[in-house]
Every structure is written in C-alpha cells, then in structure tokens.
C-alpha cells in the first residue's frame, strides 16, 4: 500500500494531448544557487511532476506535460520563486474529457 | 484591432461564463466571449456532476439534445481506514423520474455543447485567445481586454471575469487576491473506460442510472480532503483532493494518493480491467465565504471559481458558477436597460441579487466549517476513521466476546484518541459550524 515511488507520471502524462509551445514557456523559475523552501516543496506536489532538480541541486522546470492546475502559482508566485502565466492561445494541454 | 465595441466582454468559457455569456446574448446584449482553450471545454476540469434546476433556469430544453452521462439514483458516502469502508448509501426510485435533478457529465463533451447555444444566442465566441491584461481607463475604469491574439485593445462597456480559480487577470489588475494554500485544493483525477455493462454491473446499475462516491478517511493521509468516483456511460472518473497547504506541510504526492486510493481493496474491483484515457488535475476554492473576494467594480464583475464560489461542504461548485453566472448577467442587463453607466455603484445590484440567492445563503451558512475541517484535519480525516473501522469491526464480527465488554473496548478507544473533552468539543464544533 506503499510504493509510491512506483507510480510513473510520465505514464499517465502519456493519455494527455498536448500542443507544446516550443521556446515559449508559460511558467519560469527564478535563477537561484539554493533553492527555498516553496520551491522545493514543487517537486512533490505538482501533479506533472515538471519540477526537477539538476545536479546542482536547483530546481528547474519544463512545462512540456504542464496540466495547467496552477498549485506551483498558488505556492511559488508569492515568494517571487515563479513566474506563471497562461499559455498562449491554443496552447498547452488539450483535455479531450476534462 | 477589433474596432466595433460591445456591450459585455465574458473572460473564459466554463460553467459561470457560458451562463453569463448566454443570459446576456439571449437579452439581445453585444456579448464577445473570450476563451483560451482550442474549444470551449478543452482546459476545463470537474468530477463532474451537472445539476438540472441551474441549467433550466438559462436552458429549460436542455435534455434534448444536452451530452448527458447518467442521471443520479444513489449517492454513496464513505468512510474510509486502509482495509475498510463504512458507508452511508442513499439510493431512491424517485430518482429515475421524467426530469432528473443530477447528471454526471464529461466537461469537455458538455462545455462544448453549452458553448454551442451561447453561440446561437448571438453571441461572437472566440477560442484559442488568451486574455492577457485588463484596459482600464485614466480613473481605473475597466473598459475592454487586451489579448494575444491581436494588437491593441477590445472594448466593452463591462467586463465579466469568468477566468476560473486561477484567474489571473483579476489578480494582476489587483481587483482580488491569489488564492492561498490553505483556501484551495489540488485534485487529481483519471478518466477510466469499460464497457456499459461492466460498469453497471460494477455498481448495480440499469440503463442510464448513475452513482456517486464520495470517501473521507485514511485515503488522504491525516489531510484535509476526499475522494470521489462517479459514474459515466462508459467510464469512471476516480480522483482524489486535499488542501493544497497540506500537500506542502507533509510532502505528500497527488498521483502517490490517487494510486492507492485506486488499489484499496473498496475501490479496485469497481475499476478492474479498466482503460485510463487522460488524466488531468485542478484547483478547487475551498475557502467558502470567508473567502469571497470583492464581486463587482468600475466596469467589471467577477464570477464562478474566480469569485471562490464553491461550497466546499456540499461539494457543490459548477450550479454556484452557472447561477452567480446568470445572475450577473441580469445585473448588467437590468444596469444597461436604464442606460445606467457601468460603475461600481451601478454594477452593486449583482452582489445584492447574488446575497438573495442560495449561492451566499449556504456559503454563509457554512462560514465556519473550512477552517474547522482544516485545523482538525488529523482528527476529523485519520483518527476518526480509524477509531469507527475499528468500532464497526468490532460490532460485527462474532467471537464469543460478550456485547457489553465490546461496548467497552469501543468506547474507551475514542476516549483513549480523543479524550472526553476532545470527543464532546469536536462534536460542539462541528454542530456550531453546521447550524
């Protein structure tokens, strides 16, 4: 009843349609060496799981399987660590049911 | 540039701007609707379940031809430990009646119909635009939007924000503030498909009948939130939600909850052999009417989730949305027809109209539970749910043990959790928050 380290994301990102906004991201995290408390805090709630840490211990981003919720505005925007907007029109997640 | 200026612009497509949307076109209003989305419907999330009186009030016609999933005959309320569930099932043959009272839906197939009488009303709907920027005049009337779609700005004599809960039009124009973390919830949900007659027989079903589950307990991991399943023709929507404030304290993951709400032994067999077509997550408001931001202004109205209209008890939000919506739309339409102007005086009407209606009758009625529901979340989601699995198990299952010493062990284990003051003032809180 435990294993979640075994649910794949990408998986269920996979169902999804996407029309990807190449270049043009809609969510951007600040440059920063040590990542805060909020931003770090993304790496388990966002429900894409789109944030990652490099080796140097940042977190980074790719809005790529981005489903538009908006939980890392809501946490991250405050504290400056993001800056969010909507994707522009047309693009980003395409929900066939919703 | 569009030159021609209307009478309302609508931001965003969904249950509360479609209404307004509709409401104003059918009154013979200059309405533009603007909508980020390829369709209307394609960025919008929900369980969803669709009640029939708010529609009728803007589409009385609308089992006609409306995309319908089933219409509710049993509601199941659960109570959740990790092995078991107690459950409050209400089932009623007054449900299968001519005009049914709740559908689920599918949002995205539904939205696109609604968008599509929105259209017929007269309505000028344009899909793929993101709205970027509110246009506000020297004295911070707002008079139109700018988009991304074309150069300058689109002006309109009143702007309804019908952005959903993370609008950010609102919040960048400093009309309302971001929700916080602790007044939204972040919900998961999968979209599961089987055939018709696995589902039915799943959950003891017959033609277009439907259920709803709705499950509280160790599902969310001491968190405040819930899981649901509801029923379609040919597939299942099963997520899960808390408080996004509680996802932040205890690091939790959403997909990590949802999977093992999946695989609990009460939930599996009614997805087994299923086929997961998408996969999608939303904020919900749950800050109820404390939470209510500032609802009219210079030029502008704000409605549905972007006004934090849910009731987070009820779990009730597209009817709160479809009617603030509408009732909107009246406002405005009653401010033009006296060639009133647009201010905030004038546009006051929809708060006051809104106040009269059950949207802020039961928001208000319930003012005090999100909080009592979140600074209790460890009781009221975790140790409660144990403690009545436990006392349940130990009711039915027979071994010899004689009644009145089960009694006892029941009983002292709610008090060896909670305490006899903690037992009658979580009973008192809760009674005061509901009255």
């Known amino acids: ?98 | 540039m569009i030159e021609e200026k209307f009478d309302a612009i609508v931001v965003g497509a969904g249950m509360s701007g479609n209404a307004a949307a509709l409401a104003m076109a059918q009154r013979g209003m200059k309405v533009l609707q603007l909508e980020r989305g390829e369709y209307a419907g394609s960025k919008n999330v929900q369980g969803a379940i669709l009640y029939a009186d708010m529609l009728e009030k803007l589409i009385p016609d609308f089992r006609d031809d409306a995309p319908l999933e089933r219409h509710l005959v049993e509601q199941r309320f659960w109570i959740m430990d990790d092995r078991s569930h107690l459950g409050v099932h209400y089932r009623s043959e007054d449900f299968n009646e001519e005009r049914p009272n709740r559908y689920t839906i599918i949002r995205a197939q539904f939205d696109k119909w609604f968008s599509s009488k929105v259209r017929e009303a007269g309505a000028t709907v344009l899909c793929e635009t993101t709205v970027t920027e509110l246009a506000r005049d020297a004295h911070g009337k707002v008079i139109g939007v700018r988009t991304d779609r074309r150069d300058g700005e689109i002006h309109a004599d009143v702007v309804v924000l019908a952005e959903g809960v993370n609008g950010l039009l609102g919040t960048r124009a400093r009309l309302r503030e971001r929700p916080k973390p602790d007044k939204v919830a972040l919900a998961v949900k999968e979209m599961h498909f089987l055939p018709r007659e696995t589902i039915e027989a799943h959950f003891n079903l017959k033609g277009d009948e439907g259920v709803v589950v709705e499950a509280v307990g160790t599902i969310s991991r001491g968190m405040t939130g819930m899981g649901f399943i509801y029923a379609n023709k040919e597939c299942i929507s099963i997520g899960i939600g808390c408080i996004v404030a509680d996802f932040q304290r205890t690091g939790e993951t959403p997909y990590g909850l949802l999977d093992r709400f999946k695989r609990h032994p009460s939930v599996a067999p009614l997805i087994e052999g299923s086929e997961v077509k998408e996969y999608s997550a939303h904020l919900i408001p749950e800050g109820g009417y404390k939470a209510i931001p500032q609802l009219y202004g210079d030029g502008w109205v704000v409605v549905g989730d972007a006004a934090q209209l849910n009731n987070a008890i009820h779990r009730e939000g597209s009817n709160l949305a479809m009617t603030s919506g509408r009732i909107a739309a009246e406002a405005i339409v009653q401010v033009k027809s006296r060639s009133h102007p647009m201010t905030a005086a004038n546009l006051s009407v929809y708060k006051k109209m809104l106040d009269d209606s059950f949207v802020i009758k039961d928001l208000k009625k319930h003012k005090d539970m999100p909080m009592l529901m979140h600074t209790n979340s460890q009781n009221f989601f975790l140790t409660y749910p144990q403690l009545v699995s436990r006392a349940m198990q130990n009711y039915v299952r027979v071994d010899g043990t004689p009644k009145a010493e089960k009694e006892k062990v029941t009983l002292k284990s709610f008090v060896n959790a909670r305490s006899w003051t903690g037992l009658f003032g979580d009973a008192l809180r809760l009674a005061r928050a509901w009255r």
């Open chain 1, 1 to 98: 009843m435990n294993v979640e380290t075994s649910v794949r994301v990408e998986d269920k990102l996979f169902y999804n349609r996407y029309l990807v906004d190449v270049g043009r991201p809609h969510i951007k995290v600040r440059a920063h060496t040590k990542p805060s408390p909020q931003l770090l805090a993304l790496l388990k709630v966002c429900p894409a799981r789109c944030y990652e840490l490099n080796d140097k211990g940042q977190v980074e981003v790719t809005v790529d399987g981005c489903i538009e919720c908006g939980t890392c505005r809501v946490i991250g925007e405050p504290t400056g660590d993001i800056e969010w907007s909507y994707p522009r029109g047309g693009y980003g997640v395409l929900f066939k049911f919703g």
